[in-house]
Nanobody, 131 residues
Framework: QVQLAESGGGLVQPGGSLRLSCATS????????IGWFRQAPGKEREGVSC????????YVADSVKGRFTISTDNAKRTVYLQMSTLKPEDTAVYYC????????????????????????WGQGTQVTVSS
């Protein structure tokens, strides 16, 4: 049984920072792609950033490039999303997901409906950027 657990969300002022964590447990996912997705009320789910745990290749969406950084600590089986210079439009529920690398990291992050590519999803963590 594989489980993903997000943590680190919360309320932050514009310009602030948060670090989200995605801890994996159960079967090893060392070669999987881990993706961070977000969904705001009334909007479609958006791929934010993804990383390959096997070769470390990454993709970062243009909307967060230069502000968000994804990293993985395979020993801790945790993937992080460091978010800086947060904006109100970053407000959303953030989910992490794990999927076998059947295509490029970019495709796995930008596909409109990622459900078919990702086998496991976390429960989500709320990020609210507001003054």
């Amino acid at each position: 049984q594989v489980q993903l657990a997000e943590s680190g969300g919360g309320l932050v002022q514009p310009g602030g920072s948060l670090r989200l964590s995605c801890a994996t447990s159960g079967r090893t996912l060392d070669y999987y792609v881990i993706g961070w997705f977000r969904q705001a009320p009334g909007k479609e789910r958006e791929g934010v950033s993804c990383i390959s745990r096997s070769d470390g290749s990454t993709y970062v969406a243009d909307s967060v490039k230069g502000r968000f950084t994804i990293s993985t600590d395979n020993a801790k089986r945790t993937v992080y999303l460091q978010m800086s210079t947060l904006k109100p439009e970053d407000t959303a529920v953030y989910y992490c997901a794990a999927g076998a690398p059947i295509t490029t990291v970019q495709t796995m992050c930008t596909i409109r409906d990622p459900n078919g590519l990702y086998d496991y999803w976390g429960q989500g963590t709320q990020v609210t950027v507001s003054s």
